[in-house]
């Protein structure tokens, strides 16, 4: 307490004017505790979200140009929550003494009418104001514009042809600019919440004031943009600490006018395909535990990887961005992206899409100003998520595998837009795949779960080509697997620290039981197979990932934990084809085993570690040299999936407490729900069959589903649970459980689109 008090009190003692009665208020915004990042100057707290947050599953945008017919059709069907415009890129809506320039269509009693109508209706209101784009602030003040480029000339703009200006900077005085204006529509209209399309730095900026900035606190000037430059990589992370404490500063002065005021808005890095490929990034991860609630744009059309892993994955993703607290996504109902449009788009496929959102933990929002047929599709999908609704809130995962998505080695590995995806993502995705497809219960997590405390809640831990770790998180992991948890890892996990400078070797090298050499790459006919120098091997230089890339065989060694039928069956005793990266390693573990080698197709290539596991103190780990994981999402056969599954049990000890047998369609997440004095499971089940996949061009195929194919004779089974009931609702269908060998088993007959066991448990 006394720690939180000092942070608090750090922070309030660069806002003077502060009120003792805020500072009072503003000691209740800020919760647990984060761990910290470079150029951190006060411990980073995520905010306390307000309860009613905790009950709303019924985002629906587009109120605000709706008539009074439609608002309350939509009431109706359970939207609790609309946007209301108060500012926009050309004025504000109302007599503002900070903008000047008001909207001269908007009457002058438009906005309190408005007001009373949504409280009328039971409606919050989540006022909108874009961020960085106001052109009267863009003309007024050169100096507050974002310079893109490193340069000191300021952009111009005509403001006759764009009279909305371009881009401001709200890493300098605009940022408190904008926090003014967001106080005073909060205190004269009472605003429940506020959403911004977009509220981020661009990824670089040389105005004057950022200039400034971080010549005072780095002694350097800002470099040019190079992400295989440190000094760079150096300055997006003081980039993201003013971003960060933006937020701060935003979300202590509206919460000390309105103590239950949400930042319910647009995230930016997040789940969304497109802001994983942005690099240098435009927000930190981190910022998302800064809003109440985040919400994505959640896009299925082909530039997205629509008939991929890739949405789920999205929706995995931005829970675990709060913490797993709340999170919205809206699913954009586009036929295709390229161009962008809505043409026969079923209304089947808009609850395929809200209800796969809510599979994964995340509340589906949803614009419901839409032409005819999708608006009635909208509707009959809002009445699907209410129907389920007592079950999508009030939840946490239920532990036993996690899987970690790392910000800092997307960005400051991956570095290339372009290859982020083959050199990081591909990993993650692969090995999230994996999971999906074995219905191995899973938990996405963040860098930043790092840490003793999460990480004790988990059986295993799995770490997909996790190259960014700083010295406390590779200290827990450490710490972790000793005291008997157990690490699946791939590639250069460990290598890299939180700038993606590489080291001289794995930081976790003790734990995987190997030390790295190198980078192989093999030569044509007769020559011999060659490696790199380490030296070049730890610049990452951009040939780096082209060097490791190859075709092998691999053969999996007999009495290993990977010898076992169901894998046998696939590859035979001879070895088989692997396609992807490889780490050459070598042993340094007494208790390190090569369990599956690989070798280059090369005249007389030697066979070189593939798999290494490894017993660590008291704990398990299985060391990928070999990039499995993510040949499993880019070039995939089905063994890969088997070795990913198997190394992930073995690791955690055992299977998992909650086994489904079901086709590798069916997505199954578990949740643990407290509530009202209740605790039970819920058990979601989503049916992913796609009755048209593949026929179309793979490339450009998007998920646009008719009709459901039914999943018949579902088997779950449940060990260590005292079992009082199961319902499989909303069909509100009783479900008999019976004693098995291992516990409780339970049979679901029929899945149709999406289900959700309610499992009562002592």
């Given at each position: 307490m006394l720690v939180r008090t000092a942070s608090v009190l750090l922070i309030l003692s660069l806002f003077p004017s502060y009120s003792a009665a805020q500072q009072r208020a503003d000691s209740q915004i800020w919760g647990r505790q984060i761990l910290s990042q470079p150029f951190e100057k006060s411990p980073f707290r995520q905010v306390n979200i307000p309860s009613w947050l905790e009950e709303t599953c019924g985002v629906g945008y587009t109120l605000s140009v709706q008539s009074k017919s439609d608002r309350e059709r939509a009431v109706k069907a359970g939207v609790t929550i609309s946007e209301m415009g108060f500012v926009d890129p050309f004025y504000a809506y109302y007599d503002s003494k900070y903008l000047a320039r008001r909207n001269?269509?908007?009457a002058k009693d438009q906005?309190?009418?408005e007001v009373a109508e949504y409280r009328r209706l039971g409606v919050k209101i989540l006022a909108v104001y874009p961020?960085?784009?106001?052109?009267?602030?863009?003309?007024?003040?050169?100096?507050?514009r974002r310079v893109a480029t490193k340069t000191t000339d300021i952009p111009q703009v005509d403001l006759k042809l764009y009279p909305h200006g371009g881009m401001l900077c709200p890493l300098g005085p605009y940022g408190d600019f904008f926090i003014d204006v967001l106080a005073e529509v909060t205190e004269k209209y009472q605003v429940d919440a506020w959403s911004f399309d977009g509220l981020h730095y661009g990824g670089v900026?040389?105005?004057?004031?950022?200039r400034k900035n971080y010549l005072e606190e780095t002694k350097s000037e800002i470099p040019a943009v190079n992400m295989h430059d440190e000094t760079f990589r150096r300055y997006q992370h003081w980039a993201d600490r003013r971003m960060e404490n933006l937020l701060q500063r935003m979300q202590m002065r509206l919460k000390g006018i309105k103590p239950d005021v949400a930042l319910v808005t647009w995230t930016t890095n997040a789940g969304r395909f497109g802001h994983l490929l942005d690099i240098p990034r435009n927000m930190p991860a981190r910022m998302n535990l800064l809003l109440d609630a985040p919400d994505q744009e959640f896009w299925l059309d082909e530039t997205n990887r629509g008939a991929t892993v890739v949405p789920a994955f999205a929706n995995a993703y931005i829970w675990a961005l709060t913490n797993h607290r709340v999170a919205f996504s809206e699913p954009y109902l586009m036929a295709h992206g390229n161009p962008y449009g809505r043409d026969s788009f079923p209304a089947h496929e808009i609850q395929r899409r809200m209800l796969l959102s809510a599979s994964y933990g995340v509340s589906p929002s949803i614009a419901i100003a839409l032409p005819q047929p999708q608006k009635d599709g909208v509707y009959e999908?809002?009445?699907?998520?209410?129907?389920r609704k007592p079950w999508l809130m009030h939840k946490?995962?239920?532990?036993?595998?996690?899987?970690?998505?790392?910000d800092n080695s997307r960005v400051f590995y991956g570095r290339e837009p372009g290859r982020v995806e083959e050199r990081y993502l591909g990993s993650v995705l692969g090995a999230f795949r994996a999971t999906i497809e074995e219905h191995l219960p899973t938990t996405v997590l963040c860098d930043w779960n790092l840490v003793p405390d999460d990480l004790a809640k988990y059986k295993v831990v799995i770490l997909p080509n996790t190259a960014c770790l700083d010295e406390r998180q590779v200290k827990a992991l450490r710490d972790y697997v000793a005291g008997g948890g157990g690490l699946v890892a791939s590639l250069d996990a460990s290598l890299c620290d939180e700038f993606g400078n590489p080291r001289e070797d794995f930081a976790l090298a003790d734990v995987f039981g190997v030390s790295r050499k190198g980078v192989p790459a093999a030569k044509s006919g007769d020559e011999k197979e060659e490696h790199l120098d380490e030296n070049f091997a730890r610049t990452l230089s951009p040939q780096y990932w082209e060097k490791r890339k190859n075709i092998f065989d691999l053969a999996i060694s007999a009495g290993s934990p990977f010898d076992e039928p169901r894998i046998r069956k696939l590859v035979g005793q001879d070895s088989v084809t692997f396609k992807g990266p490889l780490i050459p390693v070598k042993m340094i573990g007494d208790q390190a085993k090569v369990i599956a080698t690989v070798a280059t197709r090369s005249a007389g290539a030697m066979p070189q570690p593939a798999v290494i596991t490894h017993e660590f103190g008291k704990g398990r780990v299985v060391y990928f040299a070999t990039g499995i994981d993510s040949a499993n999402y880019a070039y995939s056969y089905p063994y890969y999936r088997l070795l990913l599954s198997r190394a992930v049990e073995w690791a955690a000890g055992g299977p998992p407490p909650i086994r489904i047998t079901a086709p590798m369609c069916v997505h199954c997440n578990v949740f643990r729900q407290r509530h009202k004095g209740k605790e039970r499971l819920l058990i979601h089940l989503y049916n992913d069959v796609n009755t048209t996949a593949f026929h179309a061009l793979p490339g450009d195929d998007v998920p646009l589903r008719e009709e459901v194919l039914p999943?018949?004779?579902?088997?779950?089974?449940l060990a260590g649970y005292q079992v009082k009931s199961v319902h499989q609702q909303p069909e509100e269908k009783k479900l008999v459980s019976k004693a098995s060998r291992d516990g409780v088993e339970i049979l679901v007959p029929k899945l149709e689109m999406h289900s959700v066991l309610v499992v009562e448990i002592e």
């Open positions: 001269p269509n908007v906005m309190e009418k961020p960085t784009l106001q052109g009267e602030v863009y003309e007024k003040h050169p100096d507050w900026c040389y105005c004057e004031h950022c999908a809002l009445a699907e998520v209410q129907r946490s995962p239920e532990p036993w595998a996690a899987l970690v998505m790392s999943i018949h004779d579902i088997r779950v089974q």
